[in-house]
């Protein structure tokens, strides 16, 4: 009979390892969005993994200038002016039917 001694320290760091490689990588895939143009200072659109796009100006990464904010059914969110990523203005909101 053989005996197979296991390390079960070496088993927890693999299985952790394991599990922050793929969480980065789900990160990287489904969270961060795949940018058209120019995302981080100047003009380009980012489809994010829940299917919002947004299409606008950008600086340091973030929504800033003039765009749009669109759902995955095509519907405007929001169409304005932003700041830092954050919306200055409520006046160009569209309200969504039943509101």
Do not use: H, P
Not at 13 to 36: D, N
Not at 52 to 72: H, R, S
Not at 73 to 99: A, L, M, P, V
């Amino acid at each position: 009979m053989i005996k197979i001694r296991l390390n079960t320290q070496k088993i927890k760091l693999a299985a952790a390892s394991l599990f922050v490689i793929i969480s980065v990588c789900a990160y990287l895939f489904f969270f961060k969005g795949k940018c058209e143009g120019n995302c981080e200072n100047g003009f380009g659109s980012k489809l994010y993994w829940d299917g919002k796009k947004y299409i606008g100006q950008w600086k340091d990464g973030e929504y800033d200038g003039f765009g749009v904010l669109v759902a995955k059914d095509r519907k405007i969110i929001f169409s304005g002016k932003w700041e830092k990523g954050q919306q200055t203005t409520n006046t160009f909101q569209i309200k969504k039917k039943n509101q």
